[in-house]
């Protein structure tokens, strides 16, 4: 059964995609603004969010935002009236799935939804192996020593860039570039350290492994290399 939540501040329509999803055996999870949609993301991974990009207190868009911080795995589509070019791109490059323009049919909405939620971003096996740690890159999995350790996206893309370049010093600059690459809202020097740090906790009595070389970077050193 899949799970969806549903970001609309019109609730006519709300609970009419409520309904529709309902009864397509999903369980469908209705919020009217953004800052009600983070508590609930907060306790729950959906499968797939579908946000209007017009609601009271912002831009759907900052849902996505939010997602590829938290939920690696939930896919979004964008509903909204902005129906032109320019703001459908600006959806989609800013992590959309898919965008949907008001008025649409729910015939439509059902098909888009089946092939977002039949895409499977989880059919790579592609992974990195180094000692005890195992990431699987493409899903977001991680392990140490076969056991599973919720991580979060940017956490996944950090710590692949330090996988790659294990036993090197790899300076803040350089995780920037590989996990942000050309983004204009590139992270602060200072956010990288509060993502090695999550790492750290997430690595629990392996934190060793993660070093702070002073004045040039970070460096993930298992004691076999």
């Not at 799970?3 to 609970?15: A, H, M, P, R, V």
């Not at 909405?109 to 096996?125: A, F, P």
């Not at 200072?190 to 070389?213: A, C, F, M, N, W």
Request: glycine share 6%; with cysteine.
């Amino acid at each position: 059964m899949y799970s969806i939540l549903i970001i609309e501040d019109d609730l006519c329509l709300g609970k009419s995609l409520q309904t529709l999803f309902t009864k397509r055996n999903c369980t469908a999870k209705l919020c009217t603004n953004i800052s009600n949609s983070y508590k609930f993301l907060e306790k729950k991974n959906p499968d797939l969010v579908i946000a209007d990009r017009v609601l009271p207190d912002g831009d759907g868009i900052e849902i996505v935002e939010y997602l590829k911080d938290y939920s690696y795995k939930t896919k979004v589509l964008m509903l909204s009236k902005k129906s032109e070019v320019e703001n459908r791109v600006e959806g989609l490059a800013n992590g959309a799935d898919d965008y949907l323009a008001k008025p649409f049919s729910s015939k439509e909405l059902i098909l888009r939804v089946d092939s977002l939620l039949n895409k499977d971003k989880l059919s790579s096996i592609e992974f990195i192996e180094i000692g005890n740690l195992k990431l699987f890159y493409t899903n977001g999995n991680f392990m140490i020593e076969k056991i599973s350790i919720p991580i979060r996206k940017r956490e996944v893309d950090l710590l692949h860039c330090l996988m790659i370049h294990h036993g090197q010093v790899v300076s803040r600059h350089q995780m920037i570039n590989w996990v942000w690459g050309c983004n204009s809202n590139l992270p602060t020097l200072s956010t990288i350290d509060v993502y090695i740090t999550r790492l750290r906790e997430k690595l629990g009595p392996h934190k060793q492994y993660l070093k702070t070389i002073r004045g040039f970077g970070y460096q993930l050193k298992l004691p076999a290399d």
